[in-house]
């Protein structure tokens, strides 16, 4: 590295490498900063909680997808905060100088607070939840199986997922379907009568910002799927044995995934600025810092508003913000005028398991094979490496004609 420009972004996420990416080749230095060493592609996290897919497809080794990037250096470490007078980015390996700064750190499990929920639920944020989940899951059938009080074993059989998004729709739909379509062989002497997929949703309806239509058509293919939807319904407690709902009714369970709620991840408190909305932080329509303007805020951790709602924390719009942030630090090296973001919103989709999603793009409605078909390319090519997504298409193959998931070990006592 040789240039007299240093840009530092913080985070290897979905915006942070795409900024990365945007400096290739230009007259500033890029030093990227993560506390892990891999790019992770979070929309398939429920694959491998569900057995599906191994954690090594879906996460990437950041040096891997920069190797051929000369103006790059990578620093695998935690940040701990940033002193925006001296310039300075405070890490645990020490501090970091930089002319332009992009904070991408992204988000982290939010349990509102609920004390008893953040000690017995099993949140699905990074590839260590989603292991502990698969690993959760394939115990409880294990224990079941060497059950002989019925009540003990129904509760070991009883899975509620919190939180009707598309993690919490999704990671449904999959569960029940590895239940009943491939554990049901491992375990044919366990009556799987018993087993209850639960999904609970605080709000009126599933997917929210879908057409109700959609939303409609996604509680009837969970239905489908023998998952029990429950709207307008809201967690209270979890003990770790015995959920409790704010109506005071009670189901005993082992098992509470819980994808309710995020919120910007925890160095966004550490920065001495003001939070808005689930800990986000404000920035300018440039994606800028009001008070410091050589700091850029994108993807989860920023909040900016566009036709007088948040931007949603979602992947595209951390990507398009990485095309933009990249696009202005290199337009107010050259002294021109930065441009505002603008959100090109390509449509949402969400998968509800084999042959069943339900997507909306630019006005248009699709719902069951269609629409799964698009679920599937789309998310195919996001990932990132061609072994990969050989072997995820290979996965996906197996699973599709022969119902066997690849990854059904329980690889922690
Ligand atoms: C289970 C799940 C499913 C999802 N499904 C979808 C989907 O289907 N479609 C969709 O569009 N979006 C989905 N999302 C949301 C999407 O993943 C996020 O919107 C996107 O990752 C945001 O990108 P980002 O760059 O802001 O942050 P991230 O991609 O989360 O990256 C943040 C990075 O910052 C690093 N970091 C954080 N703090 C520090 C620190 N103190 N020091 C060093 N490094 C740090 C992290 O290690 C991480 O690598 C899903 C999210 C989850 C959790």
């Given amino acids: 590295m040789k240039n007299t420009i240093h840009v530092v972004i913080i985070g290897a996420g979905f915006g942070g490498l795409r900024t990365a990416q945007k400096l290739a080749g230009k ?66 390996q020490g501090d970091v100088t930089y002319d332009y ?64 998004g598309p993690t919490g729709v999704e990671t449904a739909g999959a569960l029940s379907e590895l239940i009943r379509l491939v554990l049901r062989r491992d ?31 996604a509680v009837q293919e969970l239905s489908a799927k023998h998952v029990e939807v429950h709207l307008n319904t809201k967690v209270k407690d979890y003990d770790g044995k015995v959920v409790t709902l704010d109506d005071g009714t009670q189901i005993d369970t082992q098992t509470v995934l ?33 008070e410091h303007p050589t700091v850029y805020v994108i993807g989860d951790a920023a909040y900016l508003e566009e036709h007088a709602k948040p931007l949603p924390m979602l992947a595209p719009v951390a990507v398009q913000q990485g095309e933009r942030a990249a696009g202005n630090i290199l337009a107010d090296i050259r002294k021109e005028p930065l441009k505002p973001f603008n959100y090109m919103n390509l449509g949402t989709m969400t998968t509800i398991g084999r042959n069943a999603a339900v997507a909306h793009s630019f006005g248009i409605k699709f719902r069951g094979f269609p629409a799964w078909v698009v679920w599937l390319v789309v998310h195919l090519v996001g990932l990132i490496g061609f072994r990969n997504r050989l072997i995820v298409l290979i996965n996906w193959a197996w699973d599709y004609f022969f119902y066997d998931r690849a990854v059904r070990l329980i690889t922690r006592e």
Avoid at 63 to 82: C, S
Avoid at 105 to 125: D, R, W
Wanted: charged share 20%.
């Fill in 27 to 92: 007259s500033v230095d890029v030093t990227l900063i993560d506390k892990r060493n891999y790019h992770l592609f979070q929309p398939l996290l429920y694959q491998v909680a569900t057995a599906g897919i191994s954690p090594h497809e879906i996460a990437y080794p950041v040096r891997a997808i920069f190797q051929k990037q000369k103006n790059f250096e990578f620093l695998m470490t935690r940040v701990n905060g940033v002193d925006f007078e001296r310039r300075t980015v405070l890490t645990d």
């Fill in 101 to 164: 700064l992009v904070i991408a750190a992204g988000a982290s499990v939010n349990f509102f607070g609920n004390a008893s929920l953040e000690q017995n639920a099993l949140p699905l944020k990074d590839v260590s939840d989603a292991v502990d989940v698969r690993n959760h899951v394939l115990r409880m059938f294990e224990l079941a199986a060497q059950e002989p009080d019925a009540r003990q074993r129904q509760a070991l059989l009883t899975f509620v997922a919190v939180g009707g």
């Fill in 187 to 217: 375990y044919p002497r366990l009556d799987l009568s018993s087993v209850r997929v639960l999904l609970l949703e605080a709000a009126g309806a599933l997917l929210a910002g879908l057409p109700p239509t959609l939303q409609r058509s």
């Fill in 258 to 290: 819980w994808s309710a709620g995020v919120q910007a991840a925890s160095l966004m408190g550490k920065l001495g600025l003001e939070q808005v909305n689930s800990g986000r932080v404000k920035v300018l329509p440039s994606l800028q810092l009001p």
